[in-house]
């Protein structure tokens, strides 16, 4: 009967709580945050309202999750960093809400030679055996699939989608809106509206159809497919590229995204 009573909810919150999940005291989980079998949470944990976690899972360090994250089975959240310089600074998880992230998923928190924080936004869908290590900042609406491995102080831009068994190396930049074929090796930063495919890997041309999707007028994806032009059909210079989309910004502001990107570029583009 005990059993039964400690399974079904902690009445202050509508908790519901697994008998056989160890959860720190100091831990805080929002209201109707459910929790399963063998789970571990640590102390220094936050949970929003809404979210459920699987079975074996465990989340530790300093972590913070949003509300109504579902988190399925044999995940790990916050573990310390696969960094050699990390020396246990308490550094930080954050992700935000509405998140799916599923089985194996392993997220590392950051350290402190960057921001000291990995990052991962909202309304993402990101598949099994997805690897995200440390400093990593992920936007809102991603797709991120099955067994994608992203190394130290990436960066995905909103609503991109990475396919399967791809690489990205550490400090490589991935557009708002990029598509990313299956079992791509990523060296190389990734403009928005880009898709890239093949190894070694080459642009293919604009996420049209991902950005008929989003709600994109005809003439915002005409003016891209331009700047895309522009950029990988001309014989232009990288740096003269720049400066004629540039231009095509003024009366396009859908490129603006490009041209902002392509300034803050560090480690030059897929091209």
Known sequence: MHKEVDCVMQAANKTLIHPTAIIDPRARLGHNVSV????????????????SVGHHCVITGHARIGMENRIFHFVSLGEANQDKKYNNEPTRLEIGDRNTIREYCSFNRGTIQDNGVTTIGSDNWLMAYVHI??????????TIANCTQLAGHVQVGDW???GGFTGVHQFVKIGAHAMCGVSSVVLMDI???????????????????????RGYLPEQIA????AYKILYRSSMTLAEARGALAIEAVDAP????????LSQSTRGIVR
Do not use: M, Q, W
């Open 254 to 261: 859908e490129i603006r995204l490009l041209t902002d990107f």
């Open 191 to 213: 403009p928005p509206y880009v898709t890239v495919g093949g190894n070694p890997l080459t642009a293919a041309g604009v996420n049209s159809e991902g950005l008929k999707r």
């Open 160 to 162: 991109a989608t990475l």
């Open 133 to 142: 290590a440390h400093d990593c900042v992920v936007g809102n609406h991603t």
């Open 36 to 51: 399963g079998a063998y789970s571990v949470i640590d102390g220094d944990v936050e949970i929003g309202a809404g979210s």
């Open 223 to 226: 003016n891209l497919k331009r």
